[in-house]
């Protein structure tokens, strides 16, 4: 089977589906460009714009992953395959693993490349459609309203239970929630990421708690991470970002394992240790803000 007969049929899958209805555009939803070519960035979100949707645009998968996080309105990834660093195809897979069933987020993957290897992974990894480039407003709008049928069909299914909020003592008997600590946890990233916007200096740098700080969002917001992932969250080479996740699980504050649904992906977590260490620390952030 070639791309183009792969091409086909998702061009049949789509007649399938239907045309849109009107009352989709309606939706709070926002789409999200990723390519480390700002030229295409910028002119796929002009046209997405032009079609009067909600876009943004970033030319990274770390910046990615970033908005992500923050914006829980982007339910539609437009991604390129071939960047530096972690790929299109890291995107999809951190995409699966950060959110899974209970954040639904449709993948769209534009390429210039036609290979036959692309297009099976890219569907393996639960793309929706493939936009070749250059991307016509025809094809971006089709994959655009075939991603907004998904989301519609999926918003009339039973939401999977998210795991309850939890709650510990610290040493004085005051309950710190479990959102209280994630909160915690991303008001330093962001003091950490304004500091590096403002002040650049490589005497800064510490790859090492950038990527704990990672570890425990996630373990506070029950998402799993990968190794590419976690060292992405940091500004250093992914070389040197590796070097420091070696030094975390050495030290007892992280575990490597395999994925279990992919064992060419190898996942790091936050351990028992690193746990209690990272509470500890965010009880006591906790009682210089309370002022106790």
């Not at 939803?29 to 979100?45: G, M, Q, R, S």
């Not at 746990?275 to 106790?292: C, N, S, V, Y």
Request: charged letters at 25%; aromatic letters at 6%; one cysteine or more.
């Amino acid at each position: 089977m070639c791309y183009a007969t792969l091409w086909l049929q998702w061009k049949a899958w789509a007649t399938e589906m239907g045309e849109m209805p009107q009352s989709f555009l309606d939706d709070q939803t926002t789409i999200l460009v990723v390519d480390d070519n700002l030229d295409e960035v910028a002119e796929l979100c002009d046209a997405i714009d032009g079609m009067g949707h909600n876009v943004k645009g970033v030319e990274s998968v770390r910046s990615a992953l970033h908005v992500l996080e923050q914006d829980r309105t982007v339910k539609i990834v437009i991604t390129d395959i071939r960047m530096e660093g972690m790929d299109g195809f890291d995107l999809l897979a951190e995409i699966d693993a950060r959110y899974g069933h209970y954040r639904p987020i449709a993948k769209i993957v534009a390429s210039g490349y036609q290979e036959y290897d692309y297009a099976i992974e890219a569907m393996r990894l639960g793309a929706i459609d493939i936009i070749q480039k250059p991307c016509s407003a025809n094809a971006i709008k089709a994959a655009i309203r075939r991603a907004l049928i998904l989301q519609h069909q999926r918003r009339g299914r039973p939401a999977p239970m998210s795991a309850p909020a939890f709650e510990e003592a610290d040493a004085d008997g005051t309950a710190i929630e479990g959102n209280e600590k994630l909160q915690l946890i991303k008001g330093i990233q962001k003091q950490r990421q304004i500091r590096s916007d403002l002040i650049e200096c490589d005497s800064f740098s510490d790859p090492a708690w950038d990527i704990f700080l990672d570890l425990c969002s996630a373990r506070f917001s029950n998402q799993k991470v990968s190794i590419s992932s976690a060292c992405a969250a940091t500004d250093a080479p992914f070389s040197t970002a590796l070097r420091y996740v070696n030094r975390l699980v050495a030290a007892g504050l992280a575990i490597r394992y395999d994925d279990p649904l992919d064992k060419r992906r190898n996942m790091l977590e936050l351990s028992e240790d690193g746990q209690a260490k990272i509470e500890t620390f965010l009880a006591e952030i906790a009682k210089t803000t309370d002022g106790r």
